[in-house]
């Protein structure tokens, strides 16, 4: 049995991406999104959420864009009360200049301004994949686990891309899974096609989709995104939004007989 997660990232992160997210899910095959709390959509999200409550909704993880979500200074992450943005992030991380007590405090402080607005969340996943070095994995892990949070992405993919996507899917296949009662997906799919997702590209990863669970990673979006953040991906969203909302798609997975999920689904179906 084929079962598909098509997750869209980076919902909250401007009016005009959330208007491409709310689109695919309403004219595409977006069942699920991941949201960031700590950018200027989040607002906007949260009120649309209230009116489109079919989509599933989890944490997009963001330790790399803005400031952070927590309170009190943390000066290994947030220096001048700012994210290092992700080369920097990844340096410091790299060179064990990041506490693990400020990486929980921060998650676990998104992670509550999530659940204080929209329940808790079905999922997280790490914006940008930092959760890929050992402290931020490891400290997820920990805080995902006391909050009870059923799904953690794991994107263990074999794909072709650039140097940084192929190391991450490495980091991953070369990691143990989590043990119950955390759950990943068995597949991931997307990380080697982020901003580069199209209508032809679609279809084979349905055609060729494995048997078990995986999630697709998605980034649709309006024309417009956020002009205060370096979104490499600005230029491909609406042409991953075409994608996703083409007839094609869903007379593939039709065709397929692709059975279209989402992690709230999943996890009811586990117990």
């Known amino acids: 049995m084929r079962r598909l997660i098509v997750n869209a990232d980076d919902l909250g992160l401007s009016g005009a991406v959330n208007d491409g997210i709310f689109e695919a899910h309403k004219n595409g095959i977006v069942g699920s999104a991941t949201c960031l709390v700590t950018l200027e959509g989040w607002e906007d999200a949260v009120a ?20 952070p979500a927590h309170g009190a200074a943390l000066p290994s992450l947030a220096p001048n009360g700012r994210f290092r943005g992700k080369r920097g992030l990844a340096v410091a991380l790299s060179l064990g200049r990041v506490s693990r007590d400020e990486l929980r405090a921060e998650i676990a402080a998104q992670l509550q301004v999530f659940t204080d607005r929209l329940g808790a969340p079905s999922h997280v996943d790490v914006h940008q994949h930092l959760h890929a070095f050992e402290p931020v994995w490891e400290t997820l892990l920990e805080v995902a686990r006391e909050a009870q949070v059923p799904w953690l992405r794991f994107p263990a993919e074999r794909a072709s891309g650039s140097l940084v996507t192929r190391w991450v899917g490495r980091r991953f296949r070369r990691r143990n899974r989590p043990p119950a009662p955390t759950r990943t997906t068995d597949h ?7 901003g580069r997702l199209d209508e032809d590209s679609l279809l084979t990863i349905l055609r060729d989709l494995p048997d078990g669970l995986t999630e697709l990673m998605t980034h649709p979006g309006g024309p417009d995104p956020s ?45």
Request: hydrophobic share 45%; net charge negative.
């Open 227 to 271: 002009p205060t953040h370096p979104d490499r991906l600005a230029g491909a969203r609406r042409g991953e939004l075409g994608a996703l909302t083409a007839a094609s798609a869903r007379e593939a997975v039709d065709a397929e007989g692709i059975i279209l999920t989402t992690f709230s689904a999943e996890a009811a179906r586990a117990e």
């Open 188 to 194: 991931f799919r997307g990380i080697g096609l982020a």
């Open 48 to 67: 649309r959420l209230a009116v489109h409550d079919a989509l599933d909704v989890g944490l997009h993880l963001n330790l790399t864009w803005g400031r």
